[in-house]
């Protein structure tokens, strides 16, 4: 027995990093062959993410009343005093309520800011919610922050919620480029981008990724600027880059704004949520499996899920493990 | 998910092997594991200078220096023949179509007075488009489509029409004045953007602080006050919140509980960090302790967030083995057979 305890204890030392890799390897390939989805209720941050898409339809409406209500009361003040200040104002509000009927559902903005090394945790939800959207026959225009590499990346999620494969079913059919969607691709220095978005959409972009006019788009008879954006989703791998957004979409402009971070970095985004700057916070692959459990999207992140459970039950496992151990030699030390 | 063509096949290959590549360094450094990094790091800036280049330099200098160059030697004939034959067109098709529209209307059509200023506008808005390319008929004849589609210029009476587009000619260039300023800014940013590869050359190094110094200045100068209203103004405000929280039924607990404890948080560890002065009294180490458990579980929860962000990047990797590789190969010759 003593012989078998050093023999396992040598064999253990040598070898314990290589066999920890395995055993983490074998936990998270057990996982993945339980294609069952994995019951999860939906947490108050996820729950605002999801209602700004839910919601938007039904707020645009409102929108478009208001601005209606808005245009009878300056067309009543016209008929009593004409000025040209007043022809101006009521110009604006006809050309902003005629942008408004275009896209009748609303327009909702996916700033996908990521690339490979963080699509296995964002690559899912900005799915989801451009989806989510999608189903609810809300226009999407989709753009890329800091990051270079998000433009191949976020090419491949957008054809594939517009697209899509077999294996991936669509209830809202086929999605059109120029009409029901726009990708906008990368540009450089994305905070002034933003900014620029604020006085014009196309003086920002004037082409699409692959290079066709936005101006010709039908999408984007109904977008002059920010203000035309119901709301924005920003997923984002970088600690920092979600700032611009909220700097210029919600203390600039007021656009209600979501954000979708990696966990390694969402731990610093909840004083925004806390402050309601942010309407609704997804973190990481935990927040994706809620987002597409709730939407009834096909379940990538929530087929992980099990995964990180197994791993999570197994890390907790090494912590106690390591502890015991450390406590043993502490009181032989002792 | 799976690949569909044999290229599909090749680079989901290429992929499995360069994620083993990457692990492979898990057991200990090798040629293969120092192959994938120097490729990852390769690939990545390789495609970020194409993906700059096609997304920043060539449209937002190369092709509007292009097209400007070309409108300034298009022939002048050519365009305003092109622009003469459109307008011509619309005029007549509105003709008609006021002609085949109800008595009401048509005296509707009729009383709407004929707007020269607002016709300059369409003009001027449908061919001084920064990107329209004037020795393209075409595009010439889309643009003035477009844009009087969208107007609601009278174009009823052809002849006051074409006598409008006559006194237009008489003002019209091809390329407007304010284009050649706007070469001019474009060649400042360009010389500027040139300033930062002297820092290659250590004897004219110090030109590269222009554009520093511009990058930054402007940088600084439009987030700074959007920062502070943000980042310290509206999360100074989100910190006054009631001790005390009521609700119908009474007072609300939990919510009470909350508040009292960022409260105390944030105090504590903002005292933590002020050291100014000596903490050795009783009452300032309680508080500096606090502060501490506050950080330390500010800090667990980032370390439990890092590993779950970590997992979720093998998981991301060993589903794309599983799924894409293992099984996606499996049934493409599977389907192929």
């Given at each position: 027995m003593k012989l078998f305890l050093s023999r396992f204890t040598s064999f253990w030392k040598?070898?314990?990093?290589?066999?920890?890799?395995?055993?983490?390897?074998?936990?998270?390939?057990?996982?993945?062959?339980?294609?069952?989805?994995?019951?999860?209720?939906?947490?108050?941050?996820?729950?605002?993410?999801?209602?700004?898409?839910?919601?938007?339809?039904?707020?645009?409406?409102?929108?478009?009343?208001?601005?209606?209500?808005?245009?009878?009361?300056?067309?009543?003040?016209?008929?009593?005093?004409?000025?040209?200040?007043?022809?101006?104002?009521?110009?604006?509000?006809?050309?902003?309520?005629?942008?408004?009927?275009?896209?009748?559902?609303?327009?909702?903005?996916?700033?996908?800011?990521?690339?490979?090394?963080?699509?296995?945790?964002?690559?899912?939800?900005?799915?989801?919610?451009?989806?989510?959207?999608?189903?609810?026959?809300?226009?999407?225009?989709?753009?890329?922050?800091?990051?270079?590499?998000?433009?191949?990346?976020?090419?491949?999620?957008?054809?594939?919620?517009?697209?899509?494969?077999?294996?991936?079913?669509?209830?809202?059919?086929?999605?059109?480029?120029?009409?029901?969607?726009?990708?906008?691709?990368?540009?450089?220095?994305?905070?002034?981008?933003?900014?620029?978005?604020?006085?014009?959409?196309?003086?920002?972009?004037?082409?699409?990724?692959?290079?066709?006019?936005?101006?010709?788009?039908?999408?984007?008879?109904?977008?002059?600027?920010?203000?035309?954006?119901?709301?924005?989703?920003?997923?984002?791998?970088?600690?920092?880059?979600?700032?611009?957004?909220?700097?210029?979409?919600?203390?600039?402009?007021?656009?209600?704004?979501?954000?979708?971070?990696?966990?390694?970095?969402?731990?610093?985004?909840?004083?925004?949520?806390?402050?309601?700057?942010?309407?609704?916070?997804?973190?990481?692959?935990?927040?994706?499996?809620?987002?597409?459990?709730?939407?009834?999207?096909?379940?990538?992140?929530?087929?992980?899920?099990?995964?990180?459970?197994?791993?999570?039950?197994?890390?907790?496992?090494?912590?106690?493990?390591?502890?015991?151990?450390?406590?043993?030699?502490?009181?032989?030390?002792? | 998910m799976g690949p569909d063509t044999f290229i599909d096949l090749i680079g989901v290959w290429i992929a499995a092997l360069l994620t083993l590549g990457v692990y492979s360094s898990l057991i200990k450094d090798t040629f293969i594991s120092k192959l994938t990094e120097a490729v990852f790091v390769g690939v990545s800036f390789g495609m970020s200078i194409v993906f700059t280049y096609y997304n920043g330099i060539k449209p937002k200098i190369e092709e509007p220096l292009v097209r400007y160059y070309q409108n300034l030697h298009v022939d002048y004939a050519t365009v305003t023949n092109a622009v003469t034959l459109t307008v011509e067109k619309i005029a007549d098709a509105k003709t008609l179509s006021a002609e085949s529209a109800t008595e009401e209307l048509t005296d509707e059509i009729a009383s709407r007075s004929f707007d020269t200023n607002r016709f300059f506008a369409v003009l001027d808005s449908a061919l001084y488009k920064q990107t329209l390319k004037l020795q393209s008929t075409n595009d010439v004849a889309v643009s003035l489509q477009s844009a009087f589609a969208s107007s609601e210029v009278n174009l009823v009476n052809k002849a006051t029409v074409m006598g409008a587009l006559n006194e237009y000619f008489t003002t019209y260039k091809t390329v407007p004045t304010s284009r050649h300023f706007w070469v001019l800014y474009i060649f400042f940013s360009v010389i500027l953007g040139l300033m930062f590869i002297t820092r290659f050359f250590p004897k004219h190094a110090w030109l590269s602080r222009f554009p520093m110094a511009y990058?930054?200045?402007?940088?600084?100068?439009?987030?700074?006050?959007?920062?502070?209203?943000?980042?310290i103004m509206q999360q100074v405000q989100a910190s006054f919140i009631p001790m005390l929280v009521r609700n119908p039924n009474g007072i609300d607990w939990i919510a009470t509980a909350g508040n009292l404890s960022l409260v105390i948080g944030t105090l504590t560890v903002l005292y933590y960090f002020f050291f100014s002065f000596k903490k050795e009294d009783a009452a300032s180490r309680g508080a500096t302790k606090v502060g501490i458990a506050y950080l330390m579980i500010g800090f667990g929860a980032s370390f439990a967030f890092t590993i779950m962000a970590r997992v979720s990047l093998l998981i991301g990797r060993i589903n794309f083995l599983q799924d894409e590789w293992i099984q996606g190969t499996y049934e493409f010759f599977k389907y192929l057979n």
């Open positions: 040598n070898r314990y990093r290589a066999i920890i890799y395995i055993l983490t390897f074998a936990f998270v390939w057990l996982a993945l062959i339980n294609k069952k989805p994995l019951d999860l209720s939906v947490s108050d941050a996820t729950q605002g993410a999801l209602d700004l898409v839910e919601k938007m339809p039904e707020n645009h409406r409102k929108k478009i009343q208001e601005q209606e209500e808005l245009l009878a009361k300056l067309q009543k003040e016209e008929s009593v005093q004409s000025s040209a200040e007043l022809a101006s104002q009521i110009d604006e509000a006809k050309a902003y309520l005629e942008r408004l009927k275009i896209n009748s559902n609303g327009v909702f903005l996916v700033c996908i800011d990521f690339d490979a090394g963080s699509d296995a945790e964002l690559g899912p939800m900005a799915y989801a919610s451009i989806r989510h959207a999608f189903s609810l026959g809300i226009k999407v225009l989709i753009n890329n922050g800091y990051t270079v590499m998000a433009q191949p990346l976020s090419q491949m999620i957008v054809d594939s919620a517009a697209l899509g494969g077999a294996t991936m079913p669509r209830p809202y059919g086929f999605k059109q480029a120029g009409s029901d969607f726009v990708f906008f691709g990368f540009r450089p220095n994305a905070f002034q981008v933003y900014l620029q978005m604020g006085e014009s959409v196309l003086s920002a972009y004037e082409t699409d990724y692959s290079g066709k006019p936005l101006a010709d788009m039908p999408i984007m008879k109904g977008i002059k600027d920010i203000r035309d954006i119901d709301g924005i989703a920003a997923y984002s791998c970088n600690v920092g880059t979600p700032e611009s957004w909220i700097n210029v979409a919600n203390t600039k402009f007021n656009i209600p704004l979501v954000v979708g971070m990696t966990a390694v970095s969402v731990s610093d985004y909840f004083p925004y949520l806390q402050s309601g700057q942010l309407i609704g916070l997804i973190t990481g692959l935990r927040g994706a499996a809620e987002y597409e459990t709730a939407v009834g999207a096909p379940p990538v992140a929530n087929r992980r899920m099990w995964a990180q459970l197994y791993t999570h039950a197994f890390a907790i496992g090494l912590i106690v493990v390591g502890n015991i151990e450390y406590f043993i030699k502490g009181k032989r030390a002792a | 990058t930054i200045g402007i940088g600084v100068g439009m987030g700074t006050p959007l920062s502070f209203q943000s980042q």
